[in-house]
């Protein structure tokens, strides 16, 4: 029984192949395209890592972000912020905001595999 | 003379007059103007006065009454003598306020109460009506005299066929010329300068019979004075009352004829052409005037016993065997009928349509003023207007009979519209003047008239039975029709005339003095009143921000059309310091655009289309002050310093524009860097990710080939967007190759719309042309062209948001520039995205999906701007519009 992934991108190209890369290693991953919804999809799956894309239609992903840490239950999810901006601004902007991990578009397939598996505590 | 000659020549005659009325149109179109508007044309379209009343009507009231004609030419003479005071301010304030009509401005001035104006405007009908019959009967009678002269047999024209068909061709005359378009300013070039070329006609007329009596038929002016001693002209005298009374009556009717109210201010183009026709058009009245008597003596003289003396100036050239001169003389009396019906015919018709169609329009549907065309509803109306005004008089004609002499039914009808008098005279010169005043005044003047004169001319016993004539109604004796509250034995023109206006003017000063005027009617006043001292700085009713402009814009274009209120709004804009179609609706603006929209369909109907969306009128404390204060210097004053805000506010906003664009300027290059970045890391991010899942091996066969074809998709995406790029660069820095040639714009329409079908082309998609307009050979660059039209047709194929999705494409030539339209049927692009989009990366939705990296416009307006064009948003359609204007020959930059 694989630990649950949620992965947030407006890409659908992006998400598939991040999906690839965390089901071949055992996870049970659910992709989400929308920014104004993903607080819902959130608390419907409950997952153990969150994957968060900070340009998405709707709502950012820093707003979703917030959301996100101002809630009792979900204070704690670790959550990993992807940006294809890579600017100074926007680390500093998700770290306030309380992402766990900022990384940086295009990535490494291994990149993303440890950087979620470090999230998980595994 | 045979008959049908006779149809021959009027029938060339109006044809040329067509081509003249068509030719003076051409040519103003071309705005070529010049001598069209000058004072000599002016003065003579003036002479719409002179009817075939006059024509031939003068004669026989010189046989019946003697000199007495002379005071239908001394009325106007004095008027027009006197024009610094009256007509001067009349001209001034017609145009000022854009005044349409004379129920236009009386409605204007009285707080733009358009309960004046259906008074007015059916005064109008009524007292125009007896005058059209008159020259109908006229022309009738006219044609009767050749068919009846003409030894060899012709059959004597049935009258009622001859009237209709005079009728009916002066209607369509009318039509053509009067209601041709919608103009902004309700001038007439063409019908105007027709009148002025019947005008020499009618005076050519007059003047050669005249010499032909006098040298002709007699020796020279000793023997036509020896000949008025011994006829019995000689015996009559002269009645001061009637005198008196009669140039009363034709003063006033110069000033409130509705048709002389056209010629002289809603036609008049430049104030300054008063001061000529001020001494010409007195000096032509006396040349109508001058053989008037020698033709009726000569007349009395040689005609049999019995012959009407009304057409002696036709009667007694063809009874000598000049048939010639008769020709030119039928010709001349035609000119001055017809000349009268068609003025008077676009006058009430503006009216009828202004005053009471709009209104009545309007009041039907208070919900939505701008859907629907008002612009054809209202020419629609007119035309309407100008039939149904042709066919009351022809009823007239029929019912009267026809048979009364024509001076007689002519002064009627200057007693009716002579009641609008003291209304207008009260209204310019008097602020304390109250449209309680004015239409209590009106009604009773009115009502008088036709009880004591209107109904009475229809003859004993046709509407008046006779022995109400004679024993007033129920018996009452002081209700006699013509002896009104016991004043018997006076003539009963004088007696309707004095009663009439004596109750007319009481009741006006009366309900003046007891009333209280509204805001909007005191501060119409004043601008009335003092015209000219508050040049141009006319008080305002409107407050700030109520309206839409982009709603304005649409309800502008529904009356003006497009192309004129797309002009009026840029203009406007352009002065407050915007750039685009849209300017801040400030009450100056509002009020200009009120004013603009009076020219069409008058004050009374503007306001309240304007009203409806910019909510009620609100007269502030200040603008009661301002109309209170009267010292003038004050004014002046703070006029000049009002003068000087508004420049200061011009600069300012132009300096904040300036500054806020720096500062965006400051932050889209970060924006575009940060944008660009991700743009590119996008595609890069698919690519990598697998590329490396693919090189890692162990997968199926379908699996790499569909992560192949990503890999495909994304790295052809980041080639467009670098190839985007590049376009925009090249062309942002104006180093691009442009390959002009002359290509046909239905060629490149043709292929945008081809190249434009692979997006989305599972959707139904419809695009409406019109081949022919697009015919024409533009000398650009046809590619970039091209690639313009390609991305609006795919944005509309990709964004618009209606089921069956429509465009339009829509092309017009104007000197020497082409604006290609393309209009969809969505929702369009809210008012404050429609600058935005056309910057780079600027995208409404979040949907990426729709591709493209949001440059399209960004390129389509570099482009525009290297082929000395430019594309905006058109505001104020129903779905998202864009416009390409660009010129129709692009030469190369040295």
């Known amino acids: 029984m694989g630990r649950q992934v949620l992965v947030i991108e407006d890409e659908p190209n992006i998400a598939e192949a991040i999906k690839f890369i965390l089901t071949r290693d055992g996870w049970r991953v659910a992709t989400h395209p929308d920014g104004a919804s993903a607080m819902a999809a959130v608390q419907r799956l409950q997952p153990d890592v969150l994957v968060l894309d900070l340009m998405l239609p709707g709502l950012s992903g820093l707003e979703v972000l917030r959301l996100i840490r101002a809630h009792p239950d979900l204070a704690e999810l670790p959550v990993l912020m992807l940006t294809a901006k890579g600017q100074e601004r926007d680390r500093q902007a998700a770290q306030q905001a309380g992402a766990n991990l900022f990384m940086t578009k295009p990535f490494a397939n291994a990149e993303m595999l440890s950087a979620v598996r470090g999230l998980a505590g595994l | ?894």
Not at chain 2, 777 to 785: E, M, N
């Open chain 2, 1 to 894: 003379m045979p008959f049908n000659l006779l149809v021959l020549a009027s029938l060339a005659y109006v044809i040329f007059l067509f081509l003249v009325a068509f030719a003076a149109e051409r040519r103003a179109e071309r705005g070529a103007v010049g001598w069209l508007r000058s004072p000599l044309i002016y003065t003579l379209s003036l002479s719409v006065y002179c009817t075939a009343w006059t024509f031939y009507g003068a004669v026989g009231y010189a046989a019946r009454s003697g000199l007495e004609y002379m005071t239908i030419y001394l009325g106007p003479t004095l008027v027009f003598v006197g024009w610094w005071w009256v007509l001067r301010k009349l001209v001034r304030i017609g145009r000022q306020q854009r005044v349409t009509s004379i129920a236009d401005l009386l409605s204007s001035r009285f707080g733009k109460s358009n309960l004046l104006g259906v008074i007015v405007t059916v005064i109008s009908v009524l007292a125009a009506t007896p005058y059209i019959a008159l020259q109908l009967q006229s022309v009738t009678l006219s044609f009767g005299v050749f068919a009846s002269a003409t030894p060899d047999g012709w059959a004597k024209p049935d009258s009622d066929v001859t009237s209709i068909w005079v009728a009916a061709g002066l209607a369509a005359f009318t039509i053509l010329f009067g209601t041709r378009n919608l103009d902004a300013n309700e001038q007439h070039t063409g019908v105007v300068t027709a009148i002025a070329v019947e005008a020499i006609v009618k005076l050519v007329a007059v003047l050669a019979v005249g010499c032909f009596v006098v040298w002709g038929l007699a020796d020279g002016p000793g023997d036509i004075l020896a000949r008025v001693d011994a006829s019995q002209m000689a015996e009559w005298h002269m009645q001061p009352s009637r005198w008196t009374g009669l140039i009363f009556l034709s003063a006033a009717a110069v000033i409130c004829l509705p048709r002389m109210f056209q010629v002289l201010v809603v036609e008049n183009s430049d104030e300054r052409h008063l001061a000529t026709a001020s001494w010409a058009f007195p000096l032509y009245l006396m040349a109508m005037s001058l053989f008037v008597v020698p033709i009726a003596v000569v007349g009395l003289e040689l005609m049999p016993e019995g012959s009407n003396p009304d057409l002696f100036v036709l009667t007694l050239p063809l009874s000598q065997g000049q048939g010639g001169l008769a020709m030119l003389a039928f010709l001349g009396g035609f000119s001055s009928a017809t000349s009268m019906v068609i003025i008077a015919a676009i006058a009430l018709a503006t009216m009828v349509s202004n005053h009471i169609v709009m209104p009545f329009w309007l009041r039907m549907r208070p919900a939505r003023v701008v859907s629907g065309d008002v612009r054809r509803l209202v020419l629609l109306s007119r035309r309407l207007s100008i039939g149904a005004v042709l066919a009351l008089g022809y009823a007239y004609f029929r019912l009267s009979g026809g048979s009364e002499a024509l001076a007689a039914i002519g002064l009627i009808s200057f007693v009716g519209v002579a009641q609008m008098l003291p209304a207008m005279i009260g209204g310019i010169f008097w602020r304390g003047a109250t449209r309680v005043g004015a239409a209590i005044g009106l009604t009773l003047g009115v009502s008088v008239w036709f009880y004591a004169l209107f109904l009475p001319s229809f003859g004993a016993d046709a509407v008046i039975s006779a022995r109400m004539m004679a024993e007033g109604p129920f018996g009452i004796s002081w209700l006699r029709p013509q002896a009104l509250f016991g004043v018997d034995g006076m003539d009963p023109l004088i007696h309707a005339l004095f009663w009439s206006m004596v109750l007319n003017t009481g009741a006006f000063c009366l309900g003046s003095i007891l009333s209280f005027p509204g805001p909007v009617e005191r501060v119409q006043g004043a601008a009335f009143v003092n015209v000219f001292d508050a040049e141009g700085t006319g008080p305002r009713g409107w407050s700030r921000g109520q309206a839409d402009a982009e709603d304005l814009l649409v309800m502008t274009q529904r009356i003006l059309g497009d192309d004129d209120s797309l002009g009026f709004f840029e203009a406007q804009a352009r002065a407050q310091g915007k750039a685009g179609y849209l300017p801040d609706p400030t009450p100056d603006f509002i009020d200009r655009l009120e004013r603009l929209l009076a020219g069409s369909v008058g004050a009374a109907t503007a306001h309240a289309m304007i009203s409806q969306l910019a909510g009620r009128a609100a007269v502030s404390v200040e603008d009661l002050m301002a109309v209170a204060n009267e010292a003038a210097q004050i004014m002046e004053y703070s006029a000049r310093l009002e003068e000087q805000q508004g420049e200061l506010t011009r600069t300012a906003r132009q300096l904040r524009d300036a500054n806020e664009k720096l500062t965006q300027l400051s932050v889209q290059k970060d924006a575009f860097l940060s944008q660009i970045s991700h743009e590119l890391r996008t595609p890069m991010t698919s690519i990598r990710a697998f590329s490396e899942i693919l090189t890692e091996g162990d997968l199926p066969a379908e699996m790499v080939a569909k992560y192949g074809g990503v890999i495909h998709a994304e790295a052809k995406r980041l080639t467009r967007l670098l190839d985007d790029l590049l376009d925009l660069s090249v062309l942002e820095n104006g180093s691009v190759q442009l390959n002009l040639d002359l290509t046909n714009l239905r060629d490149m329409i043709d292929r945008a719309v081809a190249a434009s079908s692979h997006t989305r082309p599972e959707r139904a998609f419809t695009i409406h042309r019109d081949l022919t307009s697009e015919d024409m050979f533009l000398r650009t660059d046809s590619d970039r062209l091209t690639q313009v039209f390609i991305n609006l047709i795919s944005n509309a194929r990709k964004y618009c948001t209606a089921d069956a999705a429509e465009l339009r494409i829509v092309v017009r030539h104007k000197a020497g520039r082409v604006t290609v339209d393309f209009i969809d049927n969505g929702t369009g692009i809210p008012k404050d995205k429609q600058d935005l989009i056309f910057e780079k990366f600027a995208r409404l939705t979040d949907q990426t999906r729709a591709g493209g990296a949001g440059l399209g416009l960004a390129i389509c307006r570099e482009v525009m701007a290297n082929l000395g064009g430019k594309i905006g948003y058109l505001p104020g359609q129903w779905g998202a519009a864009f416009r390409v204007t660009l010129p129709l020959r692009l030469e190369k930059a040295a």
